[in-house]
């Protein structure tokens, strides 16, 4: 079947908005939008006038030859572009939504996959180094739990960093999702649009009861309401409450490798370090593959064998275990006011 590019995007959108979130739905538009920009100008017409199977590999792998030399930064609304050339993790990243889509109209018969066999930049990301014992204390020692404002903040971190959750998870998390009497944290609907369950540790119980208690009186305001909010608009927070908060404690903190996922990462190596199991662990993270699960097979490997204090987690993760095991277990069915 041939069809034009904007066709074929447009299904493909269409089929992505039944599963993917919001922020997935952003990131393919937005990527494959740049791919299509760059195809146009190849064919000197407009995507609706280009068909699916005159995109071919030798197209792509010099899309990604014209990645390799554009500054960072090219086109964006707010900042000017650097003279630093796009990262190769960048690239890939780019590439990912693009191979996805390639997929896509390959199982549909629009075209071959004109992404097949092309080789991408090796990842520069680095190497993920968890947190500290040491660097978690003096993150801790910037928060005021006495005020709303350091309450608040305290906990969004330490949800990330004791509990495993993104960033989009604590921003969407809700009063219903808090079970203090189970010591258990619904996370609803998240990536992939799957629900799943987590251990609620005491500290963090506590801590997160006196902000819903004291600061947002809970009981009195509807159980679908959001749990976090900013400080003057009083609305729910977002991205950039986050991106703000962890860019004040990584000036403050000096640690200059901190960022809101290394609370995740940190999260999932501490526990395989402590004993943890990795099944278990999948389940916690909310992982459909082992493969992403197991990077930090890795990483608690690495920090053992290099004798790293990293953050230890609460020894409820490892007493409860079996306790949890069930309880655990994915839940897409989930009832959302249980």
Not at 104 to 122: A, G, I, S
Not at 205 to 231: D, E, G, W
Request: proline fraction near 3%.
């Amino acid at each position: 079947m041939s069809i034009s590019l904007d066709q074929a995007y447009q299904i493909f959108m269409a089929d992505r908005e039944t599963s993917c979130a919001d922020k997935t739905l952003i990131y393919y538009r937005e990527n494959l939008t740049g791919f299509f920009t760059y195809v146009s100008e190849c064919f000197n017409r407009p995507v609706s006038e280009i068909s699916c199977d005159e995109v071919t590999r030798e197209l792509f792998r010099n899309y990604i030859c014209y990645l390799r030399k554009r500054p960072k930064f090219q086109n964006h609304p707010f900042l000017e572009p650097s003279q630093e050339l796009l990262s190769s993790t960048s690239i890939r990243t780019y590439a990912r939504s693009i191979k996805v889509f390639a997929n896509f109209c390959k199982d549909n018969e629009y075209c071959d996959d004109f992404t097949y066999k092309v080789k991408l930049p090796k990842d520069d990301s680095g190497e993920i180094i968890p947190l500290y014992q040491s660097e978690v204390q003096q993150i801790d020692k910037l928060f005021n739990l006495k005020t709303e404002f350091g309450l608040r903040n305290w906990c969004i971190v330490h949800l990330m960093l004791d509990a495993g959750l993104r960033s989009s998870e604590v921003i969407n998390l809700r009063f219903c999702d808090l079970m203090f009497d189970k010591n258990i944290i619904q996370v609803y609907k998240s990536k992939g649009s799957k629900t799943r369950l987590v251990i609620l540790c005491p500290r963090l119980k506590v801590n997160l009861m006196k902000y819903c208690v004291i600061h947002r009186k809970y009981t009195a305001l509807s159980p679908m309401s959001y749990v976090f909010l900013q400080m003057r608009q009083q609305e729910a927070i977002n991205s950039n409450v986050i991106k703000q908060l962890f860019a004040r404690i990584k000036k403050k903190s000096g640690i200059d490798r901190l960022h809101p996922h290394l609370c995740r990462h940190t999260f999932a190596t501490s526990y395989i370090k402590g004993g943890g199991n990795i099944e278990m662990l999948r389940l916690l993270l909310g992982h459909t593959d082992y493969k992403v699960t197991r990077v930090y097979l890795h990483l608690a490997q690495q920090s053992s064998l290099l004798h790293e204090d990293i953050y230890q987690l609460d020894p409820v993760f490892f007493k409860c275990y079996q306790q949890h095991k069930i309880l655990l277990r994915p839940c897409g069915t989930f009832s959302a006011g249980a």
